[in-house]
């Protein structure tokens, strides 16, 4: 079975192939209005969105092919107890391929070991969000026309943002990258993350304390939101979203041909005044949504090869990953984890096992 877990399941040409794939979508429309004809696509959201579940079943009409799902898990049988493996074994008998956000870390990898179609991340709590990074890849392949020798602004909430994570994931692949780090207060880059880019060859970072210092070095400005629904109280949100705010003025320091990215929404990091500086590629960075999604629910329903043969290797453990929002904490499934630099690792949100 091939699905689409995370960011990690991706080599280079693997890519470049769907890369290629979407910007002949863009280009010839037409030639894709029936690729996915007689075909159903279930969109499972356990959490908000407009632009992942929207751009999915507008990406699916686009292919001739059919939508059905739902937006809010509290108006199905989620409420009545029905755990996350039995309700992926119902909707599996109905459709061809499930795209689902869910707000617990490893759920769609969860859904994959009991679903009979190909799954879709579409974003599980802070941990992956693998088409978003798709979307950015496009985004940057079609503004800047390059993958490699990049500097790469990463800002505002590091700790919570799941695009970031995964974007870093994705860039590791690529030569001479650099990451400049400029964090809110208390939403710094988890210190594994940071630990793991050093043993990198290829890639290397700066920790700036404000954006001003920052926005004249960089190709690509990678703005996120301070993720609220991710706080448990109220007032380490009040104390950590004093964000960097980009406005018009500091865009007078950037350069003339770097990019702004956001994986949207935004809240108030971005200034309205920046939106028609030709720079400011979110929206359109939006709009690659859908034909990176195109690209990728075609393959999938080819059998594209993106995951099996990169698959990690896990082990049976006994011991329960200690992440609060990890989905073992919640869903009937085994301990599973696989190693990496002599540590035990959860295979479902990553986060070591002690
Ligand atoms: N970028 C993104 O995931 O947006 P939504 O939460 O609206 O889907």
């Known amino acids: 079975m091939k699905h689409c877990i995370g960011p ?27 690729a996915c004809k007689g075909k159903q696509l279930a969109t ?17 009409l686009s292919l001739g092919g059919q939508v059905i799902g739902f937006d809010d898990a509290q108006c199905t049988s989620v409420s009545k107890g029905e755990t996350l493996p039995d309700t992926i074994r119902v909707v599996s008998n109905y459709v061809d391929i499930i795209a689902m956000r869910h ?12 679903g009979s179609v190909p799954i879709i991340n579409a974003g599980d709590g802070s941990h992956m969000h693998p088409t978003q990074t798709l979307t950015d890849l496009l985004t940057i392949h079609k503004e800047l026309g390059r993958f490699d020798n990049l500097t790469i602004g990463l ?21 001479n990258i650099h990451f400049v780090l400029i964090a ?8 594994e993350v940071l630990h793991d880019l050093k043993t990198y060859n290829n890639l290397t970072f700066t920790i700036k304390e404000n954006l001003v210092d920052a ?8 703005m996120t939101r301070v993720q609220k629904e991710r706080f448990t109280n109220d007032s380490d949100y009040e104390t950590s979203k004093h964000s960097f705010v980009l406005d018009a003025q500091k865009m007078t320091l950037a350069k003339e041909h770097m990019i702004v990215l956001h994986p949207l929404p935004r809240v108030d990091e971005i200034s309205v005044e920046v939106d028609n500086d030709p720079r400011a590629a979110y929206f359109r ?8 999604r195109m690209a990728l629910i075609l393959k999938l329903l080819e059998g594209y090869d993106i995951a099996s043969s990169k698959e990690k290797i896990y082990s049976v453990g006994d011991k329960q990953c200690c992440n609060t929002i990890c989905v073992t904490q919640s869903e009937p499934v085994r301990y599973l ?5 002599s540590k035990s690792h959860c295979a479902y949100c990553d986060y070591i096992i002690k």
């Open 103 to 114: 707000f617990k870390e490893g759920a769609a990898l969860v859904a994959s070991q009991y």
């Open 285 to 292: 960075q939006a709009g690659n949504g859908k034909y990176i």
């Open 184 to 191: 809110n207060k208390g939403l710094e880059l988890n210190s």
């Open 337 to 341: 984890s696989y190693n990496l630099d």
């Open 8 to 34: 990690n399941d991706y080599s280079k040409d693997d890519i470049l192939e769907l890369i290629t794939l979407a910007e002949d979508i863009i280009a010839n429309p037409k030639q894709y209005a029936n």
């Open 44 to 60: 499972l959201f356990y959490e908000p969105s407009t632009r992942t579940r929207l751009s999915f079943t507008s990406a699916m």
């Open 215 to 222: 926005l004249g070095m960089l190709d690509v400005l990678y």
């Open 155 to 175: 800002c505002g909430d590091l700790k919570y943002g799941r695009t970031v994570y995964s974007l870093i994931d994705a860039m590791k692949k690529y030569d």
